[in-house]
Each structure stands twice: as structure tokens, then as C-alpha cells.
């Protein structure tokens, strides 16, 4: 399994612009969350999603949407990029039963810059 | 989910046991303590969890306090690899789907 993937890597963007986080996960997990961290501090839930088609916000939505057409991903969309967005944003993903939410799994994130 | 304290920095030698502290004191009984670990720059990777009895795992042992107010991560044999920030995080298992992260223990390991 590759576990939960994330890309790109890096990205530079300019005020104003848009752009689309992509996130997968091979191990049927039902649950996946999208976390942004500043420098120096812990991680914020930005959005999740409990299922395909279900999403909610989480801390800091501002400035972010989501979709889940698929169990397997989950992208984060930026769409009028301010440089308060700049920061490092993981994907991760866990598995839920009966109440029951298991450990969360991260992605190797992505780093995002807004110039 | 009940608040979680733990020291900004700590370090250790490296083949030495690491003893990771982290309070939380308005901890309730549905309520687990979580550990992750966040090596520079990746993703945070899940270490242990437990509810009120010790826990290992091959990666460390979990020993939390009779009265649940505190517990304590061990590293039994840091080496050079576990230097990273660690997180101790409090959460209902049957409830909460959040992971509230602080700001966590900065963990050298000395050569």
C-alpha cells in the first residue's frame, strides 16, 4: 500500500491565484482530513469528510473548499490565493466503525507558498 | 477534548531511555491520550494510544498515571532518528474524529 499520497510537493503561487491540493489514499478508509501547519506550530484541521459525497468544516475552512466524489480522494481548493494561506498542508485518513474512529494516517504534505 | 501540557524541549543521549511528560488534568473517562510524532518537515506518524492501563508497542511504552491526570511516552533506546516533536493529544475515541494538535515536545537526541 502507498498509504495516503499527497501532491504536489511544492508550490509557489501568486495572490489572487487558484489551485488544487490532491490527496489519495489506498486503504479504504472512510474518514480523510485536511490539516494546514504554520511555522513553528501544531497542525489545524482545515475541512474533513466522513464518507464520499459527506464534508464539513473544520477549525480554519476560510478560504478552502472541498469534494469527495471518491472514498479514495479528497482534494483542497484554494481559490483566491492571499499569502495568510502560506503554510504546509497534510492529508490524512483513518477508518470509522460503529462510532469507533481509528488512528489517523498522514500524508508527507505539501508546501505551499503565496507570493 | 481535554487540554494537553507538555515541555517545549527536551533532550537526551542517544542509546538512553527518553521519558516524554504530558499533563492532562481535566482528562475524562471516555477520554484517550494519544502520541504522534512529527520528524522534520513530514507528516506526523502515530506512535501509541491508550485509555488507563500501560500500553507497548515497538515503537515505545505508554505509562499513564492511576488517576489518568498524566502520562509518560518511553523511548527505551532513543537513537539519533527519533529526534522530532512529539504530541501528546487527548480525545474521545467514540466521538471525536478530531485530532487537536499543541504545541508539542521538541525531543533532541544527542550523538
Known amino acids: 500500500n502507498a498509504g495516503v499520497t499527497q501532491t504536489p510537493k511544492f508550490r509557489i503561487l501568486k495572490i489572487g491565484q487558484s489551485m488544487t491540493l490532491q490527496c489519495a489514499q489506498d486503504m479504504n478508509h472512510n474518514y480523510m482530513y485536511w490539516y494546514r501547519q504554520d511555522p513553528g506550530m501544531g497542525l489545524k484541521l482545515i475541512y474533513y469528510?466522513?464518507?464520499?459525497?459527506?464534508?464539513d468544516k473544520g477549525e480554519v475552512p476560510n478560504g478552502y473548499n472541498v469534494s469527495r466524489s471518491t472514498t479514495e480522494d479528497f482534494p483542497l481548493r484554494l481559490e483566491l490565493a492571499a499569502p495568510s494561506q502560506t503554510s504546509v498542508y497534510f492529508c490524512?485518513?483513518?477508518?470509522?466503525?460503529?462510532?469507533?474512529?481509528?488512528?489517523?494516517?498522514f500524508g508527507p504534505g505539501t508546501r505551499l507558498t503565496v507570493l | 477534548d481535554a487540554k494537553t501540557t507538555q515541555p517545549p524541549s527536551m533532550d537526551c543521549a542517544e542509546g538512553r531511555a527518553a521519558n516524554l511528560p504530558c499533563n492532562h488534568s481535566t482528562i475524562s473517562g471516555n477520554e484517550y491520550v494519544y502520541w504522534y510524532r512529527q520528524i522534520h518537515s513530514q507528516g506526523p506518524q502515530y506512535i501509541i494510544h491508550?485509555?488507563?492501563n500501560n500500553e507497548t508497542n515497538e515503537m515505545a511504552s505508554l505509562i499513564i498515571t492511576e488517576d489518568r491526570k498524566s502520562s509518560t511516552l518511553i523511548l527505551p533506546h532513543a537513537t539519533l532518528r527519533d529526534t522530532a516533536v512529539y504530541y501528546c493529544i487527548v480525545r474521545a475515541i467514540d466521538s471525536s474524529y478530531k485530532l487537536i494538535f499543541g504545541s508539542g515536545t521538541r525531543l533532541l537526541v544527542r550523538p
Open positions: 490524512a485518513s483513518s477508518y470509522s466503525d460503529r462510532g469507533h474512529t481509528d488512528t489517523q494516517y
Open positions: 491508550g485509555l488507563k
Open positions: 469528510s466522513v464518507g464520499a459525497g459527506i464534508t
